[in-house]
């Protein structure tokens, strides 16, 4: 299925929340989890990242993309 807008976060599911090896881009803190996000129509897969210490939060798009 062809999006010709992004898709909301309500419109898939995340997994559990885990530790990221990937450090926050604004503060450089190693504090960083991760939920996989899968959308309902299963055509997509994204990776949200959240850090507990500064609290900035971003996606990096799956191999789907």
């Known amino acids: 299925m062809v999006h ?6 309500g419109e898939g599911t995340f997994s559990e929340a885990s ?15 991760v939920q996989e ?3 309902e129509d299963g055509g997509y897969t994204d990776y ?3 850090c507990a210490n500064c609290g900035h939060v971003w996606w990096l798009e799956g191999d789907d993309a």
Not at 21 to 27: E, F, L, N
């Open 4 to 9: 010709s807008e992004p898709l909301g976060e």
């Open 19 to 33: 530790a990221s090896d990937r450090p926050c881009g604004k503060c450089s803190s190693q504090n960083v989890t």
């Open 37 to 39: 996000w899968n959308s």
């Open 48 to 50: 949200k990242y959240t």
